[in-house]
T-cell receptor
Framework: RKEVEQDPGPFNVPEGATVAFNCTYS??????FFWYRQDCRKEPKLLMS???SGNEDGRFTAQLNRASQYISLLIRDSKLSDSATYLC????????????FGGGTRLMVKP | GAGVSQSPSNKVTEKGKDVELRCDPI?????LYWYRQSLGQGLEFLIY????????KSGLPSDRFSAERTGGSVSTLTIQRTQQEDSAVYLC??????????????FGPGTRLTVL
């Protein structure tokens, strides 16, 4: 079983739709949580950190459920420019802060 | 300011040859990481450098892989006797380890390695 699991998609949605991605992680020692965005043939870029209390950044809302070891990302009012692969990322209680990536969920927003 | 840079952007090599990939982290970032992303796979951690400490090599897939970080800045990832399964995008990331925003790793554009 992978340490961080995501539905690979693709999720095909029309512009303006609301779409949600889920991610589960297996290691209860996970410490920090992030969503990264990766465009085709580009490097990953941090989209947002995920906090236990939930956090929102414009059209994006992230939630963390430590008891269920589950992270979510909600995108409201999807734009064409949101089309990308969304990577769920966790770090563990170690000095290195190495990122452990999920396989990514591909989103395609269509006109 | 300047981000993480990597060179070359693309490298095509023949099986059995050695390759060197370079990473220039963001100035002042003391932590440096190498990851690789194979086609159809997620990113996997390879090696981590923090200041002058011994690197964490726990992610290196075989002893053909090695990395150095000279002067606490530039890093070189070397793959000896390359194999076709080494074909991947090799990504470098750096992180500031003091002050605010220390969780964030910033990635370079990667080196796309193709082993024929």
């Amino acid at each position: 079983r992978k340490e961080v699991e995501q539905d690979p998609g693709p999720f095909n949605v029309p512009e303006g739709a609301t779409v949600a991605f889920n991610c589960t992680y297996s290691n209860s020692a996970s410490q920090s949580f992030f969503w990264y965005r990766q465009d085709c043939r580009k490097e990953p870029k941090l989209l947002m950190s995920v906090y236990s209390s939930g956090n929102e950044d414009g059209r994006f809302t992230a939630q963390l459920n430590r008891a269920s070891q589950y992270i979510s990302l909600l995108i409201r009012d999807s734009k064409l420019s949101d089309s990308a692969t969304y990577l769920c990322v966790v770090t563990y209680n170690n000095a290195g802060n190495m990122l452990t990536f999920g396989g990514g969920t591909r989103l395609m927003v269509k006109p | 300011g300047a981000g993480v840079s990597q060179s070359p952007s693309n490298k095509v090599t023949e099986k059995g040859k050695d390759v060197e990939l370079r990473c220039d982290p963001i100035s002042g970032h003391t932590a440096l990481y190498w990851y690789r992303q194979s086609l159809g796979q997620g990113l996997e951690f390879l090696i981590y450098f923090q200041g002058n400490s011994a690197p964490d090599k726990s992610g290196l897939p075989s002893d053909r892989f090695s990395a150095e970080r000279t002067g606490g800045s530039v890093s070189t990832l070397t793959i000896q006797r390359t194999q076709q399964e080494d074909s991947a995008v090799y990504l470098c990331a750096s992180r500031r380890t003091s002050g605010s925003g220390t969780d964030t790793q910033y990635f370079g554009p990667g080196t796309r390695l193709t082993v024929l």
